[in-house]
């Protein structure tokens, strides 16, 4: 069987949301022909495999803060009594300040201190191992220095896979930070043989910036065994998010409004109604409930492990998404991206109403698969919520409606498959030879010399 190195920072049991498709990598690549080897930093509690090679990491910033004097586990605004924004998407001066001498010192990202094991491990596996691939998955950004890294040491096809963008394509060159790491990303994929992103509107950012090299759009997905168990459904009136609302730019002000008015006209009954928000708490979640008149209907219980958040998934009446909230010239946040949680919620196999930011793709998954409503106004919002609360009034659960076909083509089964054919692609004779003798000055756009038709059209799998 072929082997592939992954290159992976966030691996479980780290409860972090970038674990989850380097975990779907492994658990599913060996089914389609590829024997998976994962490289990531020792974390306590973790399943040790030989297919899981763990190294050292150095915390840089816990170091930073034990030079200052300062507890390296806990923050600096807390340490320092320093107040932080009760308004969503608004930073304090002092924050800013903060977060740009931490961007700073820690360039190009947070977890450099693990680069120099990694490279060490990198070089050790060469000679005990055979590779035919490589995949490094990014965030964060060591991972693709790293795949850099082993392409010129194991010598053999490297994909490097953006589960986001390492930088925003239409945003000017401002500081000097932002100015180095363009200047990084370019220098990185040189060696780079194919690219991967998470979505088609990605891929196409990605191909008209590197015209020269294969790019392939391969979404993100759940894990089938997650349709299992069942749990019984709560009896209240309860919508639920769960994850990251990343200091407002997932902003929930247009569902409190339409609550709001929903409870004013009588239209829902507030002893049935429950709003809740698992993740990392942020305050201003419960000074914008205040402002509704909302804060005896939301709860905000904190972050939960994985499973956890699964199990609640399968238990709400309604699962809420929210699409990054950001201007509308950063299109590839707002409407080109997925919110990872919603393949979650489609294992949930629970309805779905989706908000925030302009339609894009979030709007056509959840039309295409039937597994939700994406609402752009609050009218169309009270809509929704009197529909589902007229039929949750009548049998005290909110029907499911999602279509099985749609919702399969979205597994890590489907996934990882799609993995493999560019794995497949890469390591043929031809695509090797043409690799070698590809002379991106005289050829303009690199499918127009290799045949993929269909190829996307059949799982999602774009070129």
Known sequence: MRRV????????PSNDSGAVRPAALMKYLEQVGWEPIVLTPRLPGRTLSAQVIETEYADVLARLKRKMGLRPNQGVHEQLGLPQSEVPGKCLLHTTLIQWVREFITYPDLTKGWVPFARQEIKSLSTRFRFNAIISTLPPVSCHLLGSEAKRLLRCPWVADYRDLWNEPHSPPVGLVTCLQKRLEVKTLREADALVAV???????????????????????FDPDDLRPEYPVSE????THTGDLYNGLRNPSLLFEALQELLREQHLERNALEVNFYGPPERWVLALAEKYGLADIVRIPGAISRQESLRIQKQSQILLVLAMNLPSDCGCYTSNCYPGKVFEYLAAQRPILGMGGAPGVLSQLLQETGAGFYALTKEDVKAFLV?????????GRISYRGRPVAIKRYTHREMAGQFAKVLDILTSKPCREYC?????????SISQNTDTAGLRDSGGFQQ
């Open 236 to 239: 209240s009136f309860s919508i």
């Open 436 to 444: 070698e003798q590809f002379d991106p000055q005289h050829v303009p």
């Open 199 to 221: 979505s088609a509107p990605w891929a196409d950012d990605l191909g008209r910036r590197y015209s020269s090299k294969p790019i392939f759009s391969i979404t993100n997905g």
């Open 387 to 395: 529909d589902m609360y007229r039929e949750f009034r009548a049998s």
């Open 5 to 12: 190195l992954l290159i992976a920072y966030y691996y479980p």
